[in-house]
T-cell receptor, first 114, second 112 residues
Framework: GAGVSQSPSNKVTEKGKDVELRCDPI?????LYWYRQSLGQGLEFLIY????????KSGLPSDRFSAERTGGSVSTLTIQRTQQEDSAVYLC????????????FGPGTRLTVT | AQTVTQSQPEMSVQEAETVTLSCTYD???????LFWYKQPPSRQMILVIR??????QNATENRFSVNFQKAAKSFSLKISDSQLGDTAMYFC?????????FGAGTILRVKS
């Protein structure tokens, strides 16, 4: 079956612009995660969605970052007024309910803020 | 603080040989899960192996096995009979609440 897909694969934007990153999870997966991977760093948790429950936004680095998940499926991560330090690869993962289960990752979106 | 330390930024191994990647972590939790993920140049993260902290028996998955020492908070990954396709960045992680806490990764290069 289809895996997790993300779009765009690469995004170059000017400082101060807003960007939207999209994630299409595996069908039937109720859990969806967003992570940020900066150059030479591990993955940094951003936000977690589980079914219809309120999302866990504890990893969002500032109020410029927001995310939504419509209909329990597609998710969009929005970064407003982008800064150069936002440059990173943004990874989305989906899985079954419960942190003990495997997370299936998408290929990521490489964001470059100039 | 919840942290993961991977002390080896880069490692190399000859094809068919065995290599061990180190991982130590710090958590205040008693029940958690530990993971090794692999990220090849394609950027797609793939689960390699998983360990439940309440199980003393070390997990194995074909050529991959772990040495889990809970008291020492150590979770190393052993790759036997290394193959060229094992070349990737390897990340150690543990579960904390709704999230995974990742280390900075170890780049493994398998040489022919």
């Amino acid at each position: 079956g289809a895996g997790v897909s993300q779009s765009p694969s690469n995004k170059v934007t000017e400082k101060g612009k807003d960007v939207e990153l999209r994630c299409d999870p595996i069908s039937g997966h109720t859990a969806l995660y967003w992570y940020r991977q900066s150059l030479g760093q591990g993955l940094e948790f951003l936000i977690y969605f589980q079914g219809n429950s309120a999302p866990d936004k504890s990893g969002l680095p500032s109020d410029r970052f927001s995310a939504e998940r419509t209909g329990g499926s597609v998710s969009t991560l929005t970064i407003q007024r982008t800064q150069q330090e936002d440059s990173a690869v943004y990874l989305c993962a989906s899985g079954r309910s419960g942190i003990q289960y495997e997370q299936y990752f998408g290929p990521g979106t490489r964001l470059t803020v100039t | 603080a919840q942290t993961v330390t991977q002390s080896q930024p880069e490692m190399s191994v000859q094809e068919a040989e065995t290599v061990t990647l180190s991982c130590t972590y710090d958590t205040s939790e008693n029940n958690y899960y530990l993971f090794w993920y692999k990220q090849p140049p394609s950027r797609q993260m793939i689960l390699v192996i998983r360990q439940e902290a309440y199980k003393q028996q070390n997990a194995t998955e074909n050529r991959f096995s772990v040495n889990f020492q809970k008291a020492a908070k150590s979770f190393s990954l052993k790759i036997s009979d290394s193959q060229l396709g094992d070349t990737a960045m390897y990340f150690c992680a543990f579960s904390y609440g709704n999230k995974l806490v990742f280390g900075a990764g170890t780049i493994l290069r398998v040489k022919s």
